[in-house]
């Protein structure tokens, strides 16, 4: 089991930045790959970015290439999403996710059975 708490949402305007941090605790594995994903009101949950829990790779979604970083801390058994430059399109509920141990990085939400309970982020224009 693995259990997933995030933190560090808010409210703010575009263009700022805001940090999301997802506090990791029980089983996991090298190959286990950590996701961000998000979910604005009325639409399909997608996915933002993902790294593995070694933290040997990455991927982000097109949408977000360039202005979000994904991250791992160690020392505090963290997985963090530095999100800058944001859009009032981003305004979303940010979820924090874990898979198994995978090959890849998975992009679908169904790949990861682990959630946490989201933390809203709302970008005003």
């Known amino acids: 089991q693995v259990h997933l708490v995030e933190s560090g949402g808010g409210s703010v305007q575009a263009g700022d930045s805001l940090r999301l941090s997802c506090a990791v605790s029980g089983r996991t594995f090298s190959r286990d790959a950590m996701g961000w994903f998000r979910q604005a009101p009325g639409k399909e949950r997608e996915f933002v970015a993902a790294?593995?829990?070694?933290?040997?790779?990455?991927f982000y979604a097109d949408s977000v290439k360039g202005r979000f970083t994904i991250s791992r801390d160690y020392a505090k058994n963290t997985v963090n999403l530095q999100m800058n430059n944001l859009e009032p399109e981003e305004t979303a509920v940010y979820y924090c996710a874990a898979s198994g141990p995978r090959l890849g990085l998975p992009l679908s939400q169904y790949e990861y059975p682990y959630w946490g309970q989201g933390t809203q982020v709302t970008v005003s224009s």
């Open positions: 790294i593995r829990w070694s933290g040997d790779s990455t």
